[in-house]
């Protein structure tokens, strides 16, 4: 069993009597072609302990080198969070033992980060702005991967072996650290996962990194205290480690607050710890105390010297940074005309990239938004699955809205054609063809569907022929009936009218 339940207090509950305060620290791994400190490729999925240098692997007497692009993508960050970035800064070793750091150190920044006191402004669903202080965003390494074979739980209490992966030792990362996060009350999970989603979709707007949550590119540690009032001390904090997903972020916080008002209202202390969160059963579990920054003798880095940016340089990186995803949100919303609602509905369901492709492909704004907000999003739904997820390209739907503006098939045809495409039929034009489903547009097999309804019908000529048009629905019924809905309706109607009155 990955981990057991602990005693909870309702939610509610626990936040009508408690003041929750969280803090985010946010690692980014950034997407370098090569690692921090060493010439070592910064790759994904190589062999175990390919991707290695005498620097990766901590043998005596190799000596680091900073990676400058790391530098600029640090500073990158920084401007887009609106920090300040330092005149001049170091690298310290943080001092741990661990089998995945096989240093002994990390090489990280302590006291003197590359940027400081900025902030990020976060929506929330349903279109609040929350402002996220940030502390510090500073440069670091990665430590290697461990592996723990055998055992119930995955990790190392139990486990029979552990293996060893320095492949992603050394990898290129940037910490951001938040202020004490106050003020969000019960609604302190929803922002969490704003805020960290605010922050990979930054990422990938400033390319500094893939930001696959997934794949680990972007790992969040979660603090979360209680206190018994807004003007109260603040509580003592537990750190719930490495959580890779939005939906685990706001979870963890709220399994945090009702754990720990459990513990408060028993009488209990809460305990200044790392905590693991469980993906399988939603709740976190001790790891192990918190250590102090005076536990790990930070010390300036002896082999490297003070990092010195430029200020020309730095207002270069300034002036050439992208269009930031809250500005690209608003263009976007002016150049398709979407209510302020469609526009957040379109944002939460992760569908503005979607959407874009597909307007990009051809496509109308409002049926890219259709097809992505309605058949699409259900599906994702009942698969369980991520919007962008889907087995279907923006490509695809703009082919396949491209068959509806050319009246090649209607609405209900294309729901068809997508659910082929969905099953790997092919793409759209493939699946009309395999499938027969283009609209018939001779006018012949109509005629003869149509003359066959009126004589299953006689006295429907007699009244449409006296204005009385609400027999046509019927007929046209018939013959959308007997061409399995490939007729197109408004064409049938102007038949059956012409029929009628000859």
């Known amino acids: 069993m990955s981990g057991t339940t602990a ?75 609106n920090c300040s970035i330092a005149q001049t800064c170091r690298f310290a070793r943080k001092n741990y033992f661990y089998p995945d750091v096989p240093k002994n150190f990390q090489t990280s920044q302590y006291d003197e980060p590359i940027a400081y006191d900025g902030y990020v402004d976060v929506e929330l669903e349903d279109g609040t702005v929350f402002r996220v202080e940030v502390e510090r965003a500073h440069m670091e390494e990665d430590a290697g991967k461990n592996t723990h074979v055998g055992g119930a739980t995955g990790r190392i209490h139990g486990a029979e072996y552990s293996l060893v992966d320095y492949n992603r030792a050394g990898i290129p ?20 996962r704003a805020y960290v989603q605010t922050l990979r979709d930054l990422f990938r707007a400033l390319e500094v990194s893939e930001a696959r949550m997934e794949r680990g590119n972007v790992r969040a540690d979660v603090n979360v205290s209680l206190r018994p009032t807004p003007d109260s001390p603040l509580g003592t904090r537990t750190e719930t480690k490495n959580v890779n997903s939005f939906r685990s972020v706001e979870r963890a916080v709220r399994y945090e607050i009702s754990r720990q008002a459990a513990v408060l209202d028993a009488g209990g202390a809460i305990v200044q710890e790392t905590r693991h969160w469980h993906e399988d059963t939603g709740v976190t579990t001790s790891g192990r105390v918190k250590s102090d920054a005076e536990d790990y003798r930070y010390f300036p880095e002896p082999d490297l010297v003070p990092i010195a940016p430029d200020r020309a340089w730095v207002e270069q990186i300034r002036a050439a940074l ?35 492709a597909t307007v990009a492909a051809g496509a109308a704004p409002a049926a890219a938004r259709k097809w992505w907000m309605g058949e699409l999003a259900r599906t994702a739904k009942e698969r369980e699955v991520e919007l962008g997820d889907l087995p279907i390209t923006p490509a695809q739907i703009g082919e396949l809205q491209a068959l509806v503006d050319a009246g090649r098939i209607n609405d209900k045809l294309a729901r068809q054609v997508l659910e082929g495409v969905l099953a790997g039929e092919g793409g759209p034009e493939q699946v009309v063809v395999a499938r027969g489903l283009e609209v018939v547009s001779d006018d012949g097999p109509l005629l003869e569907a149509i003359d066959a309804a009126l004589a299953a019908q006689p006295d429907v000529a007699d009244k449409i022929r006296s204005g009385n048009l609400g027999p046509v629905g019927a007929i046209i019924g018939a013959v959308m009936k007997a061409t399995r809905g490939q007729a197109d309706a408004a064409r049938v109607r102007e038949l059956v009218l012409e029929r009628v009155s000859s």
């Open 7 to 81: 005693a909870l207090v309702d939610y509610d509950d626990a936040v009508a009597r408690f003041d929750p305060v969280i803090g985010i620290e946010v690692h980014v791994e950034l997407g370098t072609r090569t690692k921090m400190f060493d010439a070592a490729p910064a790759g994904f999925g190589e062999e175990p302990n390919t991707s290695v240098t005498p620097v990766s692997l901590g043998l005596p007497g190799s000596l680091p080198v900073v990676n400058g692009t790391a530098v600029e993508y640090a500073i990158r960050i920084g401007l887009a969070l």
């Open 173 to 192: 990362l940037v910490e951001i650290v938040t202020r004490p996060i106050t003020g969000a009350g019960e609604r302190a999970p929803e922002v969490a």
């Open 322 to 356: 992208p269009e930031l995803p809250a500005a690209r949100r608003r263009r976007l919303q002016g150049e398709w005309g979407f209510a302020d609602a469609e526009m957040r509905d379109v944002v939460n369901a992760g569908a503005v990239e979607l959407i874009e």
